[in-house]
């Protein structure tokens, strides 16, 4: 399950150390909720947004994520999901970690309203130089045995540090920022417990530190299998 966001962050900010950070805000829904004792395990490929785009090569890069949740109940499911950056040119190993719940209300049959926490940390090689908090709204529909959609918005916040560092225009700021989350997603399930997630996640993120905001895009293409009764 995803969700996407610890956080998942949803986002989170630079380090002194690093000129940017990358996070991944998709929430990654399985295709029917877990019921108690059910598992559901993604994996990913995705453009992980940089938390400091103009610091970086680009808005994003290509990268990989897992996930897995863990049915506690009808209603409640947690899970841990990790992210990675595949791209080439970094010297150290970007990547981060994520807890998340996943609280479901079946309002009408086949249709599922998601409360869904988030709390994350990001790494630059073996340190932590990033931690985020993120929550999301979002309502899933089924149109079919094999076909379902979702849509939703949320909130992140990320911060490498809560006291002052200069910035590259030498102004000291605390290194931290915050966003507005959209998601927006199609699932197939091409076999009784296996299914496709394509998700884009919109994202306006207003880097308080470096004083800019920006509107990007993070599409994600997942394949996953839910284990367990149904």
Not at 84 to 97: K, L
Not at 113 to 140: D, E, F, H, K, M
Request: with cysteine; glycine share 10%; charged share 15%.
């Amino acid at each position: 399950m995803k969700t996407n966001t610890i956080l998942f962050l949803s986002l989170v900010l630079l380090s002194s150390c690093s000129s940017s950070l990358v996070y991944s805000p998709a929430v990654s829904l399985p295709f029917r909720p877990l019921s108690e004792n059910q598992i559901d395990l993604q994996g990913s490929a995705e453009l992980l947004p940089e938390a400091r785009p103009s610091q970086s090569r680009g808005w994003a890069v290509p990268g990989i994520s897992g996930q897995l949740t863990y049915g506690f109940s009808d209603r409640l499911a947690l899970g841990i999901r990790a992210w990675g950056d595949m791209s080439y040119g970094n010297p150290t190993f970007r990547s981060g970690f994520s807890l998340n719940a996943q609280y479901h209300w079946e309002r009408i049959p086949g249709r599922h309203l998601y409360l869904l926490p988030r709390a994350g940390i990001v790494l630059n090689g073996s340190w932590i130089r990033g931690y985020g908090l993120s929550t999301s709204v979002v309502w899933q529909r089924k149109v079919s045995n094999t076909m379902g959609y979702y849509y939703g918005a949320g909130a992140a916040f990320g911060h490498a540090a809560l006291r002052s560092f200069e910035n590259y225009a030498n102004v000291r700021r605390p290194p931290m920022g915050f966003a507005g989350l959209a998601h927006i997603g199609v699932q197939w399930a091409f076999a009784k417990k296996a299914y496709l997630n394509l998700e884009a996640s919109p994202i306006f993120l207003l880097n308080t530190y470096d004083q800019e905001s920006w509107l990007l895009l993070s599409p994600q293409l997942s394949i996953g299998y839910t284990f367990g009764p149904h």
